[in-house]
């Protein structure tokens, strides 16, 4: 599989509110500078994966971000996802 871009990730919080969403660029890889500190869930748009035909094949992305002086940055999640079989 290849990374695609146009992708929605939506961000959830811990009460499983949505609370951002952010569109994957052409490589694949997202970015966001606004979530404060505090457990996050994120995932893509299962509605934007269905009328492209997809469907996802990993699970959802728990992630806790601490309150630091130089900021918070992490990397190296994949969210997988493939074209649907038509039968």
Do not use: C, H
């Amino acid at each position: 599989n290849k990374p695609i871009g146009g992708i929605k990730i939506q961000f959830f919080n811990q009460e499983n509110k949505l609370i951002k969403e952010v569109v994957s660029q052409q490589d694949g890889s997202f970015y966001n500078s606004e979530l404060l500190a505090g457990a996050y869930t994120f995932k893509p748009d299962f509605d934007q994966l269905s009328r492209l035909e997809m469907t996802r094949e990993s699970e959802d992305i728990k992630v806790q971000f601490e309150e630091t002086l130089k900021g918070e940055y992490s990397a190296g999640w994949v969210i997988k996802s493939s074209k649907k079989e038509i039968q």
